[in-house]
């Protein structure tokens, strides 16, 4: 997902430390819109099942694209669902039914399952995501009127034998017995190791309006995490574990998800006016139910979730693409007409950022890949990611800055962290976010020139967390994105820096070619870089990805005496430098004396400080550690000059830094 507006934010936000002299460097309010929410009861309506024999439908805008079978399967492929689904009561809610197969990956016998019900998060304010996030994500603001939820009608064993009455609703993470986001189904037979189980289940999924990645607004719907989704069986040895067992959780304010690959085969039922864009590819073009709706029916295998969107006013665009890592992808534009007019950007970044991704970390192996830009008032669904497809923004406006392309790209890079390597972002965020925030920014950097002030980023940093913990254990969803995306990727950048460009590409590459399609855990990842560079990264990660370190330095003190040396006068200028922060060393001190004359130094910051004294014709007039910015992960730039004369020391800090600052924002007007 997209933290929307950060980075127009941090410009807005240094213009008011300019000229307020205060850091208040927070997120503030400008996540926040405002939306009116219509609540819609829901109706019942049971989807007719895809007529083999219907009269031929008009022609589709999107052809049926099927693909070359894959030779094998990616991943375990530990589930598989073939669900039916209607979107009914013009466009507010849905009817499904799914049969969900399990099959048990690991060595014991599994007695139980665990499924998420994510619509229940809308339930009513009491729920454990209402409660964290306060009816607020990003620029969204729920109100009275967002109700979502889902109801379970049926839930049977393939023999027709009733489970509904044994399905509790469980909350493992806070104990909020308000929350109805997942249940545990206590089997009637236990399914033994590789063993499958099926299930026949029916919901009604009672959509809201437009409100944190999923609902309606018009006849436009986003329809994402909408059915019971089994919850991932962790094997021994998977991301450390030391036994099998659930990961389990509910749905969280802050949190994005955490699901297991297998297959997924939809029939999605619309009105004929509709267009649906979906995971994966259609197998045969829509087909009329004669009663006034389509089906369209959807195909995905080795993808982790299935997610659609259906509106009767898309404009479609489609091209292919092809090239290393590129088997041939048809990509899919399903714009608001509003933004018909982009369509060439939206789908240049598409491919732009499909063809780097492949070129750095490895294949693509989908046929297809889908972008939604949804209608401006839908932007609550916008800037979120789903296997195979993405949802951008829509614009604000008919010239839109690199925020367009920048969501695309975001976007699509979760194709590779979130869709592939699939991280667990219940509790390890920062594997998906962060990767995807660097990964972004090379795209943008190569494909477009805008090169990100990580300077500046790294001086927003005001309240470091840990990155490998719970999403719901950061104090807000500002402090959620400014670790998991910014301070994650700046930890990064933090290991590019010391290893090179392309040795980091080798460890990128090599994690996801190790990783895909294994959900693999920040150790596995620190492991790949031992591994790639030969080298122990033990207190770089303990420091800076599982503590809240940061690494700053300052000039503590300048102190110039004159003395005299050989009967000569001299001064004798010393500096004090102080690591106030983690280990990031060395990092390098210039001296500018007043003649002209600049010495610089390389400090190997093993040690708390270290005291600088030279001996020099000329008084020293200022010292800089670290003046080029290339520790990313110094959050205080103010501290890192200070002049030698002036005895107002704070004073020539702020216009040292300030300057600095300055040119910083500079650069930023660029983005
Ligand atoms: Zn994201």
């Known amino acids: 997902m997209t933290p929307r507006h950060v980075k127009r934010l941090l410009l807005f936000t240094l213009t008011a430390v300019l000229l307020g002299l205060s850091i208040q460097q927070g997120f503030g309010h400008a996540w926040q819109s405002q939306y009116t929410y219509a609540f819609a009861p829901a109706a019942k309506a049971v989807p007719q099942s895809v007529p083999t024999s219907a009269k031929p439908p008009a022609p589709p805008p999107a052809a049926p694209d099927v693909p070359e079978a894959k030779p094998q399967a990616l991943s375990k492929r530990v589930v598989e669902y073939h669900i039916n689904v209607a979107l009914q009561n013009d466009a507010r809610s849905l009817y499904g039914e799914q049969t969900v197969t399990w099959t048990n990956p690991g060595k014991k016998t599994v007695s139980e399952l665990y499924f998420h019900l994510y619509p229940n998060a809308f339930l009513n304010d009491k729920s454990t995501f209402m409660k964290e996030s306060k009816g607020k994500l990003r620029e969204d603001k729920a109100t009275s009127a967002s109700q979502g939820y889902m109801k379970l009608s049926a839930l049977d064993t393939m023999e027709g034998e009733s489970l509904l009455p044994r399905l509790h609703y469980v909350q493992p993470d806070d104990g909020n017995t308000d929350d109805f986001t997942l249940a545990k189904l206590k089997l009637p037979a236990p399914v033994a190791p590789g063993k499958s189980v099926s299930l026949s289940m029916s919901f009604e999924v009672k959509l809201p309006e437009v409100f944190a990645r999923m609902g309606y607004s018009g006849s436009f719907v986003m329809v994402g995490q909408w059915f019971p989704k089994l919850a991932v069986y962790e094997t021994a040895g998977m991301r450390g574990r030391t036994s099998e067992g659930w990961n389990i959780h509910q749905y969280h304010g802050n949190s994005e998800f955490y699901s297991d690959f297998g297959i997924y085969s939809v029939n999605i039922q619309v009105p004929e006016s509709y267009t649906v864009a979906g995971t994966g590819f259609q197998t045969k073009a829509p087909v009329s139910t004669g009663k006034g709706d389509h089906v369209y029916q959807f195909y995905a295998d080795d993808v982790h979730d299935f997610a659609w969107a259906a509106s009767p006013d898309f404009v479609y665009v489609e091209d292919t693409l092809s090239g290393t890592g590129i088997p041939g992808v048809r990509i899919k534009l399903y714009l608001d007409p509003a933004h018909e007019a982009l369509k060439d950007r939206y789908m240049h970044a598409a491919k732009s950022a499909l063809t780097k991704y492949a070129q750095w970390y490895g294949d693509y192996p989908y046929s297809t890949l889908s972008v939604i830009v949804p209608p401006k008032g839908a932007n609550g669904a916008g800037g979120m990611e789903y296997p195979t497809l993405v949802t951008a923004f829509a614009a604000e406006n008919d010239n839109p800055g690199y925020s367009l392309e920048r969501t695309v790209v975001h976007e699509i890079g979760h194709q590779y962290w979130y869709g592939m390597a699939a991280s667990n972002e219940f509790e390890e965020a920062w594997l998906d976010e962060g990767f995807t925030s660097y990964a972004e920014d090379k795209v943008m950097e190569s494909e477009y020139g805008v090169i990100p002030n990580l300077a500046l980023e790294a001086s927003y940093m005001t309240d470091p967390a840990p990155l490998k913990q719970p999403s719901w254990a950061y104090n807000s969803h500002n402090h959620y994105a400014e670790n998991v995306y910014m301070r994650a990727k700046l930890v990064l950048v933090g290991i590019e820096n010391q290893i090179g460009t392309r040795m980091m590409q080798k460890v990128m590459r090599t ?79 210039v001296m500018q004396f007043k003649d002209g004359t600049s010495i610089t130094k390389e400090w190997d910051a093993q040690d708390s400080h270290i005291q600088y004294k030279v001996v020099h014709d000329s008084p020293l007039a200022w010292a800089a550690v670290d003046s080029e910015y290339r520790n990313v992960l110094d959050n205080k730039h103010i501290n890192n000059f200070m002049l030698a004369e002036l005895p107002e020391t704070k004073q020539t800090r702020w216009n040292l830094s300030i300057a600095k600052l300055i040119e910083g924002l500079l650069g930023t007007l660029s983005w």
């Open 511 to 589: 994690y996801f070619q190790k990783y895909k399609f294994k959900h693999p855990s920040s150790g596995d990842f620190q492991r790949v870089v031992e591994q790639v560079t030969k080298q122990k990264w033990h207190d770089y990660f303990n420091q800076f990805v599982y503590h809240d370190q940061m690494a700053d330095f300052s000039i503590e003190t300048v102190q110039v005496r004159p003395i005299e040396q050989d009967g000569k006068p001299m001064y004798e200028s010393s500096v004090l430098v102080k690591k106030n922060g983690g280990n990031i060393g060395p990092v390098p001190l």
